[in-house]
């Protein structure tokens, strides 16, 4: 596993982010594991996510010449991303939108650099993958070219269809998926931590029931 997943789940689990147990979902799915970026609140705590972020970019190997956050968890990671890239001799601009239009001042919907070429969306986690729709939609009315969507974690959870909500927002739009961190991937980091036997067969069975049928 590479290191920069070991270290996004190390700070998931110390700050409280990635929780085990079970959980009722919004679905009504009881679920083994929650996940809640938001725990993730501190300065320096944000920094490494932000590296991770720009690890899993970087990994990814796509060209990007801007990046884009959907409101509104998407602007502080944007931010963060963007400064954590720039620390990897990468220096990108980012923009990221108002759920209203600003009728006054600068006006409009869309705050920080132009949109122009291939577009990276940095949001924390994809559900219905509505936001994500809205975001590509208007990153395409600005004449950019929306690429790519990176996610702190795939849940490899399918919707009401058989794929996942990740894949099907990929295969239906054409955006190359980049996922900081996979259900496959937290499966490898518990099996090394003795003691979590029962947690990775719950999640396994999760899996077998709810996971993206490929």
């Given at each position: 596993m590479q290191d920069h997943k070991t270290r996004f789940l190390d700070l998931a689990f110390d700050h409280g982010a990635l929780r085990l147990g079970e959980f009722t979902l919004k679905s009504g799915r009881v679920s083994p594991y929650f996940f809640n970026l938001g725990a993730i609140a501190g300065g320096s705590a944000m920094a490494t996510l932000a590296d991770c972020y720009a690890r899993a970019i970087l990994d990814a190997g796509i060209e990007l010449d801007g990046l884009f956050g959907p409101a509104y968890k998407g602007i502080p990671l944007v931010t963060a991303t963007a400064c954590a890239l720039a620390g990897h001799d990468v220096?990108?601009?980012?923009?990221?939108?108002?759920?209203?239009?600003?009728?006054?001042?600068?006006?409009?919907?869309?705050?920080?650099?132009?949109?122009?070429?291939?577009?990276?969306?940095?949001?924390?986690?994809?559900?219905?993958?509505?936001?994500?729709?809205?975001a590509i939609a208007l990153i395409r009315a600005n004449q950019a070219q929306p690429c790519a969507l990176v996610v702190a974690l795939d849940r490899q959870e399918r919707g009401t269809?058989?794929?996942?909500?990740?894949?099907?927002?990929?295969?239906?739009?054409?955006?190359?998926?980049?996922?900081?961190?996979?259900?496959?991937?937290?499966?490898?980091y518990l099996t090394r931590h003795p003691g979590q036997e029962n947690v990775v067969e719950a999640i396994r069975a999760y899996r077998r029931t709810y996971g993206d049928l490929g």
């Open positions: 220096d990108l601009p980012f923009t990221y939108n108002r759920k209203e239009a600003k009728d006054h001042g600068e006006g409009g919907q869309l705050v920080g650099a132009k949109l122009a070429g291939r577009i990276g969306i940095v949001d924390d986690v994809i559900t219905a993958g509505t936001a994500v729709r809205e269809g058989n794929r996942s909500a990740l894949r099907e927002l990929a295969e239906d739009t054409g955006i190359q998926p980049i996922a900081v961190c996979t259900v496959d991937d937290l499966l490898a």
